[in-house]
């Protein structure tokens, strides 16, 4: 299954991105997605997932910030991102599990797609 993830850029502190992660697969509703980031030196960081029954979570450091969702239609994961902060600044990626629920690692990997904050 491949993806690509897109719209990453430059934006200013305050303002908005969102990320799209398109899905080569026809059965993309059957599993469940997250978005990652991942900085220089650092581990990459599970920031949000959204399961195939639509249950999100978030880590503590986007939460009330960043929305995932997804239209299994058009075989699409999103990232809302509001009120950007320079620390949200990092390499966005989003993944698919092997399953309906986030378990264990990611069993593919889009391309990455780049978001800089600027204060």
């Known amino acids: 299954v491949q993806l690509q993830a897109s719209g990453g850029g430059m934006v200013e502190a305050g303002g908005s991105l969102r990320l799209s992660c398109v899905s080569s697969?026809?059965?993309?509703?059957?599993?469940?997605i997250g978005w990652y980031r991942q900085t220089p030196g650092k581990q990459r960081e599970l920031v949000a997932s959204?399961?195939?029954?639509?249950?999100?979570d978030y880590s503590a450091s986007v939460e009330g910030r960043f929305t995932i969702s997804r239209d299994n239609a058009v075989n699409t994961a999103y990232l809302q991102m509001n009120s950007l902060k320079r620390e949200d600044t990092a390499v966005y990626y989003c993944?698919?599990?092997?399953?309906?629920?986030?378990?264990?690692?990611?069993?593919?990997w889009g391309q990455g797609t780049l978001v800089t904050v600027s204060s």
């Open positions: 959204i399961t195939s029954g639509e249950r999100t």
């Open positions: 697969a026809s059965i993309f509703r059957m599993y469940a």
């Open positions: 993944a698919r599990y092997s399953g309906s629920y986030v378990v264990g690692e990611p069993r593919d």
